[in-house]
């Protein structure tokens, strides 16, 4: 079957550190793959996505690269900043289909 | 565009009752998910449609769950008679089917159901 499997939370870093969150995915198909990201109280939003191995979906100064071989889509951000508090969630959809198969989340905090 | 709406934002309810959930999609948007989340299971999708046709309602809990999309503009949700159990915050999504997985999520429905 699909699944995505995440990093165990809560994350918890500094302003500035460097941030790594760690999917890995099982597809029958050839999926696409996204990271979305949940602030308080609100629902969800994409935060990147991307299409094809070897493809780095980038946005708001994060980024994730599609590994085939790894089957694995990683999140990585520079520098942390407090407004990045969040839920991080990875999630993929087999090529034609409209249905995401999510992650369990990833909560992420950064102190100042 | 004013995004997904959902009403109401916080329902409070007693076991046994009726509850209704709505949505509105974004205009134009031909898919229409519902999604429960609680600490416990995370994120879990319980049904969704195309141009107002259920798809797949696999991830729906029970008989007790009904989700119902009369026009492309209103979706919703009723669990009829709640339980404890079904306390959780419910997401109604929706996307553009050429859109390649990009859904764009409700700010959710609380429910407490005491």
């Known amino acids: 079957g699909n699944s995505v499997t995440q990093m165990e939370g809560p994350v918890t870093l500094s302003e500035e550190a460097f941030l790594t969150i760690n999917c890995t995915y099982t597809?029958?198909?050839?999926?696409?793959l996204f990271w979305y990201v949940q602030y308080p109280g609100e629902g969800l939003q994409l935060l990147l996505k991307a299409t094809k191995a070897d493809d780095k979906g980038s946005n708001k100064g994060f980024e994730a690269t599609y590994r085939k071989e790894t089957t694995s889509f990683h999140l990585e951000k520079g520098s942390v900043q407090v407004s990045d508090s969040a839920v991080y969630f990875c999630a993929l959809s087999i090529q034609g289909a409209q249905k995401l198969v999510f992650g369990q989340g990833t909560r992420l905090t950064i102190n100042p | 565009d004013a995004g997904v709406i959902q009403s109401p934002r916080h329902e409070v309810t007693e076991m046994g009752q009726e509850v209704t959930l709505r949505c509105k999609p974004i205009?134009?948007?031909?898919?229409l998910f519902w999604y429960r989340q609680t600490m416990m299971r995370g994120l879990e999708l319980l049904i969704y449609?195309?141009?107002?046709?259920?798809?797949?309602d696999s991830g729906m809990p029970e008989d007790r769950f009904s989700a119902k999309m009369p026009n492309a503009s209103f979706s919703n949700l009723k669990i009829q008679p709640s339980e404890p159990r079904d306390s959780a915050v419910y997401f109604c999504?929706?996307?553009?089917?050429?859109?390649?997985?990009?859904?764009?999520f409700g700010p959710g429905t609380r429910l407490t159901v005491l």
């Open positions: 449609f195309n141009n107002n046709v259920p798809i797949d």
């Open positions: 999504a929706s996307s553009l089917g050429l859109a390649g997985g990009k859904q764009f």
């Open positions: 205009s134009g948007h031909d898919y």
């Open positions: 597809a029958t198909g050839y999926p696409s």
